[in-house]
């Protein structure tokens, strides 16, 4: 059974007939659902992720205090610690998992600011150009079972994606860094006999190229150990995954290195033609970086666009 199908059903069983029976009065002001860290999150897990922080279990959301004061929240923080302590073979833990507590009961505000540094989720464009992208895949990730106060839907909304000028200066950059680490240096490096470096390049087109893929699909990237589990499950250029993890995987030797660069030429003219397919630039031109730049040039804010091009990544 996946997490969030465990935590569905462990709530329905025991989370919702609890709040329905002792805490009705409540139940206009509350929200419960999974959702954050943890490759349950996300849809990810298997049989490796149960050996830790893995556990049935969900996340019941409070407003601020002016809404619902302490004396609610202890109340209810002690009905969940009295829910049964196992549930379809799994048992809940003891301890406080890696990280903090993932379930239980949160107040909405101090669960956001901790994940995306605004408790409401309204983020001004400078915090939008720095924020991790994996914790926005948190923020959004998982499933709502409901949400009667409607605080956290409209914050996870407003998470949804970045605004159109970050999307571009944060692609830009992206696309840069694809074009200097695969187009350039990736052969210059075998041209100095710097197997190792030129397998490092390998690493960052292949990095940057990734995230560029997200970008155009207007997808949050996930932290990397799912990188290519979340690839393989995107709408456009998914088909990507596979020349991209060659690239990876095999050495520079010979014609292989030969192989490799033409791989990488390729990759990059499958991202031009999105750029093109979605509008994002009109540049009449194979080059990659130059593509890059006129991303950039097509940002609306000019202070978001005069900053370097690479100040998102």
Known sequence: MKGIELAEAYFEEYGRPMLERAFSGLMPFLAAGLFGSGSECFGYDDETSCDHDFEPGFCLLLPEEDVLDRRSEFLLERAYTKLPKEFCGFAREKLRPVGGARHGVLRTAELFQKMVGAPNGVLNWRQWLAIPEQALAEATNGKLFFDNWGEVSRIRETLAFFP?????KRLAGQLLLAAQAGL????RCLAHGERESA???????VRSAIA??????????PYYKWVFRALRELPLLSELSEPLARLLSTPNDGNLAEEKAETIERIAAALIAQLHTQGLTEADSAELERQAY???DGIRDS???NLHILAAV
Do not use: C, P
């Open 199 to 205: 397998q490092l390049a390998v690493g960052e087109f």
């Open 164 to 168: 159109e000028d970050i999307r571009r």
């Open 184 to 187: 350039y240096n990736y052969r």
């Open 294 to 296: 006129a991303v950039n």
């Open 303 to 305: 202070e978001i666009r």
């Open 212 to 221: 560029a893929i997200f970008l155009l699909n207007r997808r949050y990237r």
